[in-house]
Every structure is written in C-alpha cells, then in structure tokens.
C-alpha cells in the first residue's frame, strides 16, 4: 500500500517514476531522433554543427552546406519537397523552418504521423534561443549551448545597436548601406531580415530599413537619391562580380562607387545557423572600408 502523500512533491515524484500505459516513464525524455530529414538549408547546416549529420537522412535539393550534405538523399525543394520521399526515408523527426517552407508542408507530415521540428527564430536577436530550444529536441544540448553562445558573442562584439532597439539613422552620423541581394531586377534587404539586423548592430544605417517588404524590389533612382556611402553585395547563384558590373557602372556617379566602398561578400548572414559569426566578421571588416 503506497503511502499517504503529504506533498505535491510526492505526486510529482509518482507520476515520473510509475509507468504509463505503454510503459515508458511519464517523465522521461524521449530518444533522440536516429533518423533526421532537413527541409532547408539552413537546418541542415545546423544540424551538422550539432554533431548530428551522420543521422541525417535526406536534404533538400538546395542543401549545399558543408560538402557531404550534398551525398545525402534529395526529397525535392523548399518550397515544394516530395512527400512520398519523404516517407520513403522513414525518419523519425523532420526539421522544417518558417522561413521557406510552407505550412501545409509540415500540416500533411503531421497529418501522415510524422514527427516534425519547426524552427521559428527569424530574426538575428532570436537565434540563440531557436539553437538552444533545437538542442533540446535533438538531444544535442552541449553543442546547442556552445553554437548558441558563439553567435551572442558575435553579436556582442558587434558594437552597435543591439536587435530590437531603434535603428540610427543618417542624422545619426552613422555610414548608410545598402545590401544587395540582386541587382538586376535590383532586389534589397529591407527590415525584418538578419541582413538588416547585422547592418544596424555594426552601426550601419540600412537605407532600405523603411521598406514595406523584408526584400523589397528598388530603383537605381532611389539608391541614387539616398546615395549609400557602402554597397554590400551578396553571393548569389552566379559570378556576382560580373552580373553586377552593369549595376554599378549605373551608380558611377556615386562616392561609394568612385572610392570603391563596394564589398562582395559569401552567403553566411542569408542562413539562420552556425556561419552567422563569420557573417558578422565579414561585414565588420567591409563596414571599415575607407
């Protein structure tokens, strides 16, 4: 005969050590997933930072980072993955983010019984804390804590204005930039992007900032009316170098353009995962062009 409880730390205690019915411990973590399918890119490179690429299953047709993402099974694209190959991978977890792969994607997953992971940090201020919650699911907490804390010192070292504070601006004294995604049609990041949040934590005014879109379309009339003091220009699908030499050569007139404040820099800051430090020293260095 149990004895009578005197606590609600005696019924807590019951209900983890009694089983339930399929007899597994009420309190106990469930197994890490053996079997892991990455829905994008930036998942995938996360979950090779954590330690966990040899569980790794299937990757999407974008996945290219590191090298040996690129010999695991491809289920499709972001946007429009296979499902049957999905299932025909039979994983335990799939890891899906909110940035690129649809909601029905994750519905009908779930609908199948399939295991899904959503990571919804968007925004550079919330990554730590998605790394961190990632671990936790993944059972992959130690190298969570550690990725998580490399970015938080990147951001620390940053010297600027911190994620969720106002952002400078031209009267402020601070260099304006503009970061281009694409230059022809010339696509921009705007507000709500990491690209932006990077900008403005290394005192950068990004003069895209007040754009009603995260990657607003933009004219050479309204760069040239803003005049950026720095142009940021990110790695794309092809040589970036020679598709934008017909942009700058439009911007020729400008002061960034005349003293060479243009900076090509890799893809690091355009994936939530472990590059954002490096991402952060890229642009630091191009932030200090002369």
Not at 91 to 115: F, H, Q, S, W, Y
Not at 244 to 265: H, N, Q
Request: glycine share 10%; with cysteine.
């Amino acid at each position: 005969m149990l004895p009578k409880p005197h606590s609600m730390t005696f019924l807590l205690l019951c209900l983890c050590l009694f089983p339930a019915w399929n007899g597994t411990a009420l309190c106990s973590q469930p197994p890490p997933p053996k079997r892991i399918v990455s829905l994008a890119p930036a998942m995938t490179e996360m979950l090779f930072a954590l330690g966990l690429g040899k569980r790794i299953v299937g990757v999407t047709s974008a996945c290219d980072r590191p090298a040996e993402a690129r010999g695991k099974a491809k289920i499709g694209g972001m946007a429009n993955p296979s499902i049957e190959a999905i299932v025909a991978l039979k994983p335990d977890l799939v890891v899906m983010n909110t940035d690129g792969n649809p909601k029905a994607v994750a519905e009908r997953l779930t609908g199948l019984g399939i295991k899904t992971f959503i990571f919804r940090a968007r925004r550079l201020g919330e990554l730590p804390a998605g790394i961190r919650e990632m671990g936790l699911a993944l059972g992959a907490q130690t190298a969570a804590d550690l990725l998580a804390a490399g970015i938080e010192t990147a951001m620390q070292g940053s010297g600027g204005v911190p994620p969720g504070k106002s952002s400078p601006t031209s009267g402020d004294g601070c260099r304006k930039a503009l970061f281009v995604i694409w230059p022809a049609p010339l696509i921009v990041a705007g507000p709500g992007t990491i690209l932006d949040d990077a900008m403005r934590l290394h005192g950068l005014c990004n003069i895209a900032a007040d754009a009603k879109v995260p990657y607003p379309r933009f004219s050479l009339e309204a760069v040239m009316e803003r005049r950026p003091d720095l142009i940021l220009i990110g790695k794309g699908h092809a040589d970036m170098k020679r598709v934008s030499g017909r942009f700058l050569e439009s911007l020729s007139t400008l002061e960034a353009v005349k003293r060479g404040r243009v900076c090509y820099m890799d893809d690091a800051l355009y994936r939530p995962g472990p590059r954002i430090p490096a991402g952060m020293a890229e642009l630091d260095r191009c932030g200090r062009l002369p």
